[in-house]
């Protein structure tokens, strides 16, 4: 077993050789009354250190006391860590390829299908695997797959030198589900969800992802590669994944050391309010556009094609990521409601008369519903009731236009068929005057669109 507070020290002492001998340069010990950053919030350079290119580095919130790797925010307190120790073989929470040590606090990875899972500390795999929650109506409500331990609002750190191999892949770090192996089938393929973030070998870019259910390539919601411009081969880089709950949604952030100096950039981050969505079903009895909202009890460090790779200082961290508020809290009045069709006893305004009980309903696919706002407005977020919505699920498409002629897809997905109320379908803000709520399909098979109310909110 491993002994706490034991390997942290050893840790640490193990990445002080490693500064010396891979050219690191750690950041000194800094006091607490003289944070290590101007106030302008760009970290000021060593004395000793060549000019950066023209960056601006971020603040942080000190550095991780037990390997010294600058944290973008502060662990919360009583939050749990996982550091990556001087004996990884040692340590029951990580699994997965072996790290061979190099005595000099980094390690190297000889595996073209490097997995490397970290368990929260109250989770063991071979024992509880078979009863986590999966079904995501339910892991919405929970919150948690295994506990309320799980990984949730993390960051992921790590220094990775490439050094051969296939360079078309990517180092990849990720949270918020369980193992990402099985063959697709349920429950497997839905302990796979995640937010992924991808560093790209040949060119340094980066990517974020959603994996909404694992099945080869087909569960994920895609990003595009972006920041390039620099291959990451052959030198010690730091990247970082920084995952967590913001109203609405969850928030993904990426950061490079590029230097390896300690000088951590920004390089991109999406807001996962809405709309981003798988092009096939969710098995898992979710939305095409689900957010993963919930904890996972492993997070990972993952790569494939490189066939020798060193690592040093990966480390997990429970975050406490404050102050945020909901950018779409504001409720739009509609000035007017119209639709392409109705039957008499169920007229548009049925839908904004704050009454579950009454609804709108249209018959045939591709049957809307329009609001109008009286003027444009900056709408990110239209809410749902359907009728029988705990009864059946419907496939829809939101549009929004500024002039009810020229309409523009915000969001579409399918309702979760398990609650009559109002279910929010989040979209980037935009300045529109109308949103159009467009219907293709039910699994009540009746041919019928039936919307009980809906709503439109935005930002201020
Ligand atoms: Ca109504």
Redesign the pocket.
């Known amino acids: 077993m491993r002994r706490p507070g034991a390997t942290p020290l050893a840790t640490a002492l193990a990445v002080t050789g490693v500064m010396s001998v891979t050219g690191f340069i750690p950041d000194p010990p800094a006091p607490a009354s003289a944070p290590a950053q101007s106030q302008a919030g760009v970290r000021a350079p060593a004395t000793a250190r060549a000019p950066q290119a023209v960056q601006e580095a971020v603040p942080t919130a000190g550095t991780d006391p037990v390997d010294g790797v600058a944290m973008i925010y502060p662990t919360r307190a009583g939050g749990q860590v996982w550091h990556l120790p001087a004996d990884p073989s040692a340590d029951p929470r990580l699994d997965g390829t072996e790290l061979t040590p190099n005595g000099d606090g980094t390690f190297t990875v000889k595996d073209v299908k490097t997995r490397l899972g970290v368990s929260t500390t109250t989770y063991d795999e071979d024992e509880h695997e078979k009863s986590l929650l999966w079904r995501q109506p339910e892991l919405r409500d929970k919150g948690y797959m295994h506990d309320r331990n799980d990984w949730r609002n993390v960051e992921i750190s790590g220094y990775v030198r490439y050094v051969a191999g296939d360079d078309g892949d990517a180092f990849t770090w990720y949270a918020r589900g369980g193992r990402h192996t099985g063959t697709g089938q349920t429950p497997q393929a839905c302990w796979g969800t995640a937010y992924k973030g991808d560093l790209r070998y040949s060119d340094g870019a980066v990517k974020i992802e959603k994996e909404v259910y694992h099945r080869g390539g087909y569960g994920y919601a895609k990003g595009a590669y972006v920041g390039g411009g620099a291959s990451v081969k052959g030198r010690m880089v730091g990247f970082k994944v920084v995952i967590y709950d913001i109203p609405g949604g969850v928030r993904v952030e990426t950061y490079l050391d590029r230097s390896g100096d300690g000088t951590w950039v920004r390089v991109t981050s999406r807001d996962d309010t809405g709309g981003w969505s798988v092009d096939t079903a969710n098995p898992c009895g979710g939305t095409r556009d689900e957010r993963i909202i919930w904890g996972g009890p492993k997070a990972a460090f993952r790569w494939d094609g490189a066939t020798e790779v060193d690592v040093a200082r990966l480390s997990v961290r429970e975050i406490d990521p404050t102050g945020q508020t909901d950018p779409c809290a504001t409720r739009f009045t509609p000035a007017g409601v119209t639709a392409s069709t109705w039957e008499e006893i169920n007229p548009p305004s ?10 709108w309903s249209g018959s045939g696919y591709g049957a809307y519903l329009v609001l109008d706002l009286g003027a444009p407005r900056p709408v990110c977020r239209v809410d749902v009731a359907w009728h029988q919505g705990d009864r059946r699920w419907n496939d829809y498409t939101v549009y929004t236009s500024p002039d009810g002629v020229t309409y523009t897809k915000a969001a579409e997905g399918r309702s979760s068929g398990t609650t009559p109320n109002a279910e929010p379908y989040r979209f980037p803000q935009r300045q529109a005057r109308y949103v159009r709520i467009a219907w293709w399909n039910s699994s009540a098979g009746n041919g019928w669109a039936s919307i ?2 809906a709503a439109v909110f935005g930002g201020r």
């Open positions: 049925n839908a904004v008369d704050g009454d579950l009980a009454t609804r009980a109310e």
